[in-house]
């Protein structure tokens, strides 16, 4: 239960959602790798389909070393892919990914957040390009997330320029609390992850969402709220006059779903030839 409105007199407050499984119902990489799959940008598709399994996993219980060496996959895939040639394979199917899978829950507590004074904040490891637009459809005041360098060619060199994961999320809103005079002590944190305990303890009000079992251990072991979110919910029915902004400002890091798909075939096919020698 929220404490009420905010006595404006004291340090300002916010909320701090992770994305993936906290706000949206489903892996936003899994989400938008379907589409590049569908669209023939990534070839083997029959073998692909067999590794969206276990990147489902990976992605979703990957403990600290599995997840850079994630990162390091996405660096080198991305690397060249045109962001105009990816815009083009999801500008007809984004929206309908994004629309319907909000959470209800979620959108509900962001709202409350804002009728008690607190401004809310979307901290995901997600592109930029990505979460900004998702953070304003559900009116998040501010976005932190990860960034990809592109070229002067307009396509994406290998290289991230900042990646929101792990303890760099808690350094974000340390920043953010530095700079917008906000009272950690008096803030909130949502996340699914247990990659994710740093931001969580970062404030004095962390809970788990959907917590994934390290998550769930450590939430109860500390005696942190666990929450149950699984009414997704359309905004258009949610939200009255709710309208998608344009397409292009949405897709180009989705390149990074398509790259991630693929870094899962990639440790599939690894550990199969593993498996045969």
């Known amino acids: 239960m929220l404490k009420g409105v905010e006595n404006h007199s004291l340090p300002r407050t916010a909320a701090f959602f992770d994305l993936d499984k906290t706000v949206i119902a489903k892996s936003s990489t899994l989400t938008f790798s379907k589409s590049f799959y569908q669209g023939g940008l990534i070839n083997r598709r029959a073998v692909l389909r067999t590794a969206y399994a276990q990147f489902v996993f ?3 219980g990957a403990d600290h070393d599995q997840m850079e060496r994630m990162r390091a996959y996405l ?5 060249g892919w045109n962001v105009q040639q990816v815009k083009e394979i999801v ?3 984004l929206h309908d990914l994004i629309d319907p899978i909000i959470y209800d829950e979620a959108a509900s507590l962001i709202e409350e957040h804002h009728t008690a004074g607190r401004d809310v ?20 005041d501010r976005v932190v997330a990860t960034r990809m360098v592109v070229g002067d060619d307009g ?16 350094e974000a809103i340390r920043e953010l609390a530095a700079s917008e005079g906000y009272d950690l002590s008096r803030c909130y944190a949502y996340s699914d992850s247990a990659t994710d305990v740093p931001m969580l303890e970062s404030v ?16 109860l072991a500390r005696g942190w709220p666990i929450l149950d979110f699984h009414r997704p919910v359309r905004l258009k029915q949610r939200i009255p006059g709710f309208s998608v902004p344009p397409r292009p400002a949405l897709v180009a890091v989705a390149a990074i779903g398509a790259a991630a798909a693929t870094a899962g075939l990639v440790w599939y096919a690894n550990r199969r030839r593993a498996t045969v020698v």
């Not at 660096?75 to 690397?79: F, G």
């Open 121 to 140: 904040v979307i901290v995901s490891t997600s592109g930029a390009e990505v979460v900004e637009p998702i953070g304003e459809l559900l009116g998040a």
């Open 75 to 79: 660096s080198a895939l991305c690397r």
């Open 204 to 219: 004095g009000h962390p809970h788990a969402v959907n917590p994934d079992r390290t998550l769930r251990r450590e939430a």
């Open 58 to 60: 990976l992605a979703g």
């Open 91 to 93: 500008a007809e199917t």
């Open 155 to 170: 396509c994406f060199t290998g290289e991230v320029e900042y990646y929101a994961y792990g303890p760099t999320k808690a």
